[in-house]
């Protein structure tokens, strides 16, 4: 009898040892305590962007649902893939996630060598908005829009200056591309931030600026927006022409999402997705999107998988007709 049963431990010993048994199941997909203490939330976006501010927004409220605080710390650097590679090397158990979308998620993983891979090291788990990228002047500007900028810089070779958060952001690949397809040349000032480069477009430093924008510079005056890089227009802005509207086909996924690890379990993907859903329709949050003047638009996370993973080979594919990789 105790042989039997000796024998019997040291069959599960081994199926156990040798991952052959169904019951090898991580202790955090069925864990009903998560989450028991503080989430960190990263975000490589500068603090006091507007992007910066909307994920506040959806923490505070999420925070109310899942029962603990949800600490938002910024790593900017290297077009988004500092942060982007903290939250794609995190331990999966849920306590670590944050922002990992535009630029950092198509351009750089292409062109040079990063830590992670947008596909195969990141869980999405949900999108609630879309991201303002966007093409502005100052608001006494001499170009009235974005074919005054072209016919200028065909005119003026090199001599049209513009900013944007860095090499590699939307900002900076869009206005490149349409250089490439217009046949002009730009003179390209990168800087850390949106925040940056409103500061360098309102101080004369530069004439034209891309990325993020404030949107009360916008409506006092003080700046003009002449295109979205986006794909589809802005409610809040639908006079605006988009790239498309222009004739430019370029990919412009500017989404708004919450993802972790690859390797995050789908029981603490639910609890993130349910929280952050529901912070969705807090009225503070509602209004916190409309004053930033961001579209709210709900993805889950398989469909979002399946979105950057379809925007990920078309940068490959861009970049490629581009000369930008072999």
Known sequence: MRCARFSVICLVLCLLAFGLLPLTVNAQQSDPKYPSHPITFINPVPAGASSDLSFRLICKEAEKFLG??????????????VGIAAIASAKPDGYTIGYAGHPGMFVPPLTEKVPFHPVNDLREIMQYGILNISVTIKGDSPFKNFKDIIEFARQNPKKLTYGSAGVGS?????????????????????????????????????????????????????????????????????????????????????????????????????????????????????????????????????????YVAANFDAFAKLLKEQGLIK
């Open 170 to 306: 939307f900002g900076h690949l869009a206005l490149e591309q349409i250089a490439r397809r217009e046949k002009v040349q730009f003179t390209h000032i990168p800087f850390k931030g949106s925040p940056e480069t409103q500061a360098a477009l309102l101080g004369n430093h530069i004439m034209v600026g891309t990325g993020d924008f404030n949107y009360s510079l916008l409506e006092s005056g003080q700046i003009k927006l002449i295109l979205l890089v986006a794909e589809q227009r802005s409610p809040y802005y639908p006079n605006i022409p988009i790239l498309k509207d222009l004739g430019y086909d370029i990919p412009a996924p500017t989404f708004l999402n919450i993802a972790g690890p690859k390797a995050l379990p789908d029981e603490i993907v639910k609890k993130l997705d349910d929280a952050f859903s529901k912070a969705m329709k807090e009225p503070a949050f509602i209004k916190g999107m409309q004053d930033f003047r961001f579209t709210v638009l709900y993805r889950n996370g398989k469909d979002l998988d399946s």
């Open 68 to 81: 603990q605080p949800i600490v938002v710390i910024n790593k900017p650097g290297g077009s988004f893939t």
